[in-house]
C-alpha cells in the first residue's frame, strides 16, 4: 500500500483542526467562562459514576503499589509501631510530670503563704510490701538540708515526719501510720487534742478536753511543737467525719480523714524552717462552693378548652 | 464525509473516557499508569488514514481535555493528539512491517505514547505548566511507556476490531 501523498482536503482538514486546537486553548487562556464551565460541567456529571468506580475498584486499587512496596511498607510499619511506643512512653511521662508539677505548685502555694522555707522532694517508694509501718521514700537527704523529725507536707496538708535521712534521701513517716502521733487543734473553737494514724488515709482524734463539743466537718490544724520540730503549726490535718457522742467515755473521740490523699503521693516538701509568727486558720483549705442548681417552677392555670371532653359513643 | 465513522469513533471514545475516569484512574499504579484513551487513539491512528487520525485525534484529545484531572488549557490535549495521530498514521500507513506485526503494532505505539507525552510537555512549558524535577519528569516518561507496552497487547484486538466494526461495517 502506497503512502497517502497528503492531498489538499487532508492538509486542509489538518490545518483546521490544529486551528480549532488553538482556537479553544485561547478561549481557555482568555478566561471565556464557557470552556471551563464544560469542564466543571463534565466533573460535576462524572462524580456518580467514579464514586462507583471508585466502589468497585477499591479492593485492588493499591494492589500493585503495595505488591512493589511490600518490603517498605513493612519496614513503614515496624517504624510506625516503634513510634507509637516511644509517643505512649513520652504521654504517660508527661501526664507524671504534669500530675507532680502540679503537686508541686499547691505544696509551694502551702508554704509560701506561711512564709516558711522547705525543700521539695520527689517520692522515690511508697512503703514495702514486707514493712508494716507507712512510709515513703523522697529523694532529697541531708545534703538538701533534711534533718530527722521535719514536718512534711504537700498541697493539701500534713503528710507526715521525717524519720530517717540519708545523704540524698529520706525515708518519711506518713500520718496514717499506726505509730503516728500528732498535736492538732480544732479550728473552729480551739480545742486541742491528740490525732493518731489508723493504717488508713484516716486517723483517730482523741480530745484532751472532754468538754468540747465536737462536729461532723470539724477542721484540724497542726499545733506545732517546740522549736517547730518535729511540727510546724498551723498545717491543715485532716478534718471530722464522725464526732463521737457518748457522754459517758473519758474523753471525746472522733473519726478523721487526712487532707492529703496519702496513697497518691508525687512530689512533697519538707519544711527545713518555719517563721516565727504562726499562720494560724490561713492555711485551711477553702471549703467548696456548691453549684447552684437552677429550680424550674410552672405554674398552669386551668381552662376551659383544657378540660376532657366527653368522647361520643357510637 | 465520514459522519457515520465519526459519530461511532466518538462514541467509542466516549465509553473509553467512562472507563479511564471510573475505573483506570483510580487504580494506583508504580511509576505512574496509562491513558487508555491516548493508547486507543494512537492505535486507532495508527490502522487508519492520515484523515481520519486527524480527526481521531481531535475526538480524544476533546475527551481527554475534558477530564477534570487535567492539567492543561482546555484544547492542549486536543492539539497535541491531532498531530500525534495525524504522524503517526503518516508514518505507518501502508508500511505492512509495522501494522500488521502486533509487536510491531505495540512497540510503534509504545514509542508513540512516549513521544507525545515529550510533545505535550514541551507544548506544555510554552504555557507555563510546572513540571517538576527533569528525574521527575523522565521516570513518569518511562512509567507511562511502560505500563502502555505492557496494556497495549491487551488493547489491540479490541481497537482493531471496534475501527474494523466502524469503517468496514464489521467485515
Known amino acids: 500500500m502506497a503512502r497517502p501523498s497528503g492531498g489538499n482536503r487532508g492538509r486542509l482538514l489538518l ?25 466543571n460541567g463534565v466533573g460535576t456529571a462524572l462524580a456518580p459514576v467514579e464514586k462507583v468506580g471508585n466502589w468497585v475498584v477499591s479492593p485492588f486499587k493499591n ?19 516503634e513510634e507509637n511506643a516511644k509517643l505512649r512512653s513520652d504521654l504517660i511521662h508527661a501526664q507524671n510530670a504534669q500530675g507532680q508539677a502540679k503537686q508541686l505548685k499547691a505544696a509551694l502555694d502551702l508554704a509560701g503563704r506561711a512564709s516558711w522555707k ?29 534533718k530527722p523529725n521535719l514536718t512534711v507536707i504537700n498541697g ?32 473552729r473553737n480551739q480545742s486541742i487534742g491528740i490525732l493518731s494514724g489508723q493504717g488508713s488515709n484516716s486517723g483517730v482524734l482523741e480530745l484532751l478536753d472532754n468538754t468540747a463539743q465536737l462536729k461532723k466537718n470539724d477542721i484540724l490544724v497542726s499545733r ?34 487526712f487532707y492529703a490523699n496519702l496513697n497518691a503521693l508525687g512530689v512533697v516538701s519538707v519544711v527545713l524552717s518555719a517563721s ?16 447552684p442548681i437552677p429550680t424550674v417552677t410552672i405554674y398552669a392555670t386551668p381552662t376551659d378548652s383544657a378540660s376532657p371532653s366527653p368522647s361520643k359513643s357510637k | 464525509m465520514w459522519r457515520r465513522e465519526v459519530a461511532l469513533s466518538t462514541v467509542t471514545f466516549g465509553i473509553l473516557f467512562l472507563v479511564q475516569e471510573a475505573f483506570v484512574n483510580q487504580i494506583h499504579l508504580p511509576l505512574g ?31 481527554m481535555d475534558l477530564s477534570p484531572s487535567t492539567d492543561g488549557p482546555f484544547g492542549q490535549w486536543t492539539l497535541v493528539l491531532v498531530i500525534s495521530c495525524f504522524f503517526i498514521s ?82
Do not use: C
Open chain 1, 118 to 146: 522547705t525543700v521539695s522532694a520527689k517520692v522515690l517508694a511508697q512503703g514495702s510490701t514486707i514493712s508494716f509501718t507507712h512510709t515513703i521514700t523522697i529523694d532529697q537527704g541531708s545534703r538538701a538540708g533534711v
Open chain 1, 15 to 39: 490545518v483546521m483542526l490544529i486551528v480549532s486546537s488553538l482556537l479553544l486553548i485561547t478561549l481557555d487562556l482568555r478566561g471565556v467562562s464557557v470552556v471551563s464551565g464544560i469542564r
Open chain 1, 276 to 291: 516565727e509568727s504562726n499562720p494560724g486558720n490561713a492555711l485551711i483549705p477553702k471549703a467548696p462552693v456548691p453549684t
Open chain 1, 224 to 257: 506545732g511543737s517546740a522549736n517547730n520540730i518535729p511540727f510546724v503549726p498551723g498545717v491543715p490535718v485532716g478534718r471530722i467525719t464522725k464526732a463521737s457522742d457518748s457522754t459517758n467515755s473519758v474523753s471525746q473521740v472522733a473519726d478523721v480523714v
Open chain 1, 156 to 187: 493539701s496538708g500534713l503528710v507526715g515526719v521525717v524519720k530517717t535521712v540519708f545523704p540524698n534521701s529520706s525515708i518519711v513517716l506518713l500520718a496514717s501510720d499506726p505509730s503516728f502521733k500528732i498535736g492538732v487543734r480544732v479550728a
Open chain 2, 33 to 63: 499508569g496509562f491513558s487508555l484513551i491516548l493508547l486507543a487513539a494512537l492505535i486507532w491512528s495508527s490502522i487508519s488514514e492520515p484523515e481520519i487520525a486527524g480527526v481521531t485525534g481531535f475526538v480524544a484529545g476533546l475527551f
Open chain 1, 63 to 81: 494492589f500493585f503499589s503495595d505488591l512493589i512496596h511490600l518490603g517498605r511498607t513493612r519496614s513503614t510499619i515496624n517504624n510506625l509501631r
Open chain 2, 90 to 171: 503518516y508514518l505507518g500507513y501502508g508500511d505492512d512491517a509495522l501494522n500488521s506485526n502486533p509487536a510491531g503494532l505495540i512497540l510503534m505505539t509504545s514509542t508513540a505514547v512516549i513521544a507525545t507525552l515529550v510533545f505535550y510537555i514541551l507544548i506544555g512549558v510554552l504555557f507555563g505548566l510546572t513540571l517538576g524535577t527533569p528525574l521527575n519528569v523522565i521516570r513518569s516518561l518511562f512509567g507511562f511507556g511502560l505500563w502502555s507496552a505492557l496494556i497495549a497487547p491487551l488493547v489491540v484486538p479490541v481497537i482493531s476490531r471496534a475501527h474494523a466494526i466502524v469503517y468496514s461495517g464489521g467485515r
